[in-house]
C-alpha cells in the first residue's frame, strides 16, 4: 500500500472472560459477517470518543448479557493486525466477575474451553497470537 493512501486504523477491544475453572469464553462468529465462523474473544469497536474500558463494558452487555464494573477489568495485552482494508488495533483485558448469566444474544455460538486448548479453534488473524499469549493462563 502506499504511503498516499495508508489503512485506517479500527479500534476494536476485547476480553478474555474467565469462569471458576479457568476457562476461556469464546464466541463463534455468525454466518452473513466478516469472518463468519470463526472463534473469537467477546468484544468489538470502540466508538467516537469512548474508552477502550467503556466500549468492552457495552459489547459484552450486548452481546452476552452481563454487567462488568470497570474497575474488575485488567489489561492484558493487545493484538495489532494489517487486514487487506484496514489495521486493527485491539487492547485486550481479562476479566473474571461479572454480573449475570452469560447468554448469546446476537446469534453467536458460545463454548467455554481451556486456555492450553485455544490451538483447536480456528480464530480471525488477530486473534491467532493470543493463543500462544494465553496457553499458560492461570
Do not use: N
Amino acid at each position: 500500500m502506499s504511503p498516499e493512501s495508508p489503512r485506517p486504523i479500527v479500534l476494536v477491544a476485547a476480553c478474555v472472560l474467565l469462569d471458576v475453572e479457568e476457562r476461556v469464553l469464546l464466541a463463534r462468529r455468525p454466518e452473513g459477517r466478516s469472518l463468519a465462523g470463526l472463534w473469537e474473544f467477546p468484544g468489538g469497536k470502540i466508538e467516537a470518543g469512548e474508552e477502550p474500558e467503556d466500549a468492552v463494558i457495552r459489547e459484552l452487555r450486548e452481546e452476552l448479557g452481563i454487567t462488568i464494573a470497570k474497575q474488575d477489568l485488567s489489561p492484558l495485552t493487545f493484538a495489532s493486525h494489517a487486514y487487506a482494508d484496514f489495521h486493527l488495533l485491539m487492547p485486550v483485558y481479562i476479566c473474571r466477575r461479572w454480573q449475570g448469566d452469560i447468554a448469546a444474544h446476537e446469534g453467536q455460538e458460545l463454548l467455554w474451553a481451556k486456555s492450553d486448548t485455544l490451538h483447536l479453534y480456528d480464530m480471525p488473524p488477530a486473534d491467532t497470537p493470543l493463543k500462544i499469549a494465553l496457553r499458560d493462563l492461570r
